[in-house]
């Protein structure tokens, strides 16, 4: 048996925890002396760093959608110079934010998406020159 104390979002418990075979399971609830704690929200799962559907060479060609989604954002404009791997753009599918990256150099000659729209899977969000 070992006694614990764990703290969740600033509230502290006790508890006792007993070793079964390698592993380890509760043996009793949090002390009285502390209130329960309401079910915690499930934090995200860091969002996938998204490569672009079709390879951007020679600085030059579109930054596609990975994935069927909605905008949240495109973080550049036009005539910004873009490197390889910075992010340019965020999608929403399932509640799941993807960032789409530059998969090369080059300066943005357009915007082919916006914020809220709906785009299909190899649509363009950004053409590079």
């Known amino acids: 048996m070992k006694q614990l104390r764990i703290t969740v979002d600033g509230k502290t418990?006790?508890?006792t925890v007993e070793t079964l075979?390698?592993?380890?399971?509760p043996v009793s609830a949090p002390v009285a002396s502390a209130p329960a704690a309401p079910a915690a929200p499930v934090a995200p799962a860091p969002a996938p760093v998204a490569k672009p559907a079709a390879p951007v060479s020679g600085g030059a060609g579109?930054?596609?959608a990975p994935l069927t989604a909605v905008v949240v954002s495109i973080e550049v404009k036009v005539g910004d110079k873009v490197t390889a791997g910075q992010k340019v753009a965020t999608l929403e599918a399932m509640k799941m934010n993807?960032?789409?990256v530059a998969s090369a150099a080059g300066e943005v000659a357009s915007i082919?998406?916006?914020a809220g729209e709906s785009v299909q899977e190899g649509q363009s969000l950004i053409t590079l020159k």
């Open 98 to 100: 993807t960032y789409v």
């Open 21 to 25: 075979g390698g592993c380890t399971a």
């Open 13 to 15: 418990y006790d508890v």
């Open 112 to 114: 082919d998406a916006a």
């Open 62 to 64: 579109a930054i596609t």
